[in-house]
């Protein structure tokens, strides 16, 4: 794993209880309320030291775009890895199937904003970037035990960058 600050090693302790995905809609609240506090500058992942960014992706449904805060990992080049899991819970965030219908996003990491397009990682590519992912989050894999679903996982890829890493 790599330790990314000196409270990391708590979080993902905290991560990997099996009754946190209950607790997922009180965890975005208080997140929200910090990055409101600070005007974005500040994250619940921030605090525990991990890579995170904010997603924005227009809805599906209602075509008005929707801002999530995510844990991260840096890929290839200038790519970023996300993965719709949830805690492992039964159900994909609704993030998931906003970004499948738009994988045209807006990613604000590290202070930065930019155009980004998600693409869908499937068999070896997945694999690939999941053993990556697990090296920053050991709790993925806890998660892919707790649920019965396929946990999703893109490549974020700054506009125009095409299928690099594919």
């Known amino acids: 794993m790599q330790v990314m600050g000196l409270l990391t090693p708590v979080a993902?302790?905290?991560?990997?209880?099996?009754?946190?995905?209950?607790?997922l809609p009180q965890i975005v609240f208080v997140d929200k309320l910090i990055q409101s506090g600070t005007r974005g500058r500040l994250t619940i992942l921030d605090v525990a030291g991990l890579p995170?960014?904010?997603?924005?992706?227009?809805?599906?449904?209602?075509?008005?775009?929707?801002?999530?805060?995510?844990l991260c990992?840096?890929?290839?080049?200038?790519?970023?890895?996300?993965a719709g899991s949830y805690f492992?819970?039964?159900?994909?965030?609704?993030?998931?199937?906003?970004v499948e219908a738009n994988p045209e996003v807006t990613v604000r990491f590290k202070?930065?904003?930019?155009?980004?397009?998600?693409r869908l990682l499937v068999e070896q590519d997945r694999a690939d970037a999941w053993q990556a992912m697990l090296k920053t989050w050991?709790?993925?894999a806890?998660?892919?035990?707790?649920?019965?679903?396929?946990?999703?996982?893109?490549?974020?890829l700054p506009q125009g960058a095409g299928s690099v890493g594919a």
């Open 12 to 23: 993902v302790q905290i991560g990997a209880i099996s009754w946190m995905p209950k607790l």
């Open 52 to 70: 995170n960014l904010m997603l924005t992706v227009v809805g599906r449904k209602s075509g008005l775009p929707r801002s999530n805060p995510l």
């Open 73 to 82: 990992v840096p890929y290839t080049g200038a790519s970023i890895l996300i």
């Open 88 to 98: 492992g819970g039964p159900k994909e965030p609704m993030w998931v199937k906003n």
């Open 111 to 118: 202070g930065k904003t930019s155009q980004m397009t998600a």
């Open 138 to 140: 050991p709790n993925f």
């Open 142 to 156: 806890k998660y892919e035990e707790r649920t019965d679903r396929h946990i999703k996982v893109f490549q974020l």
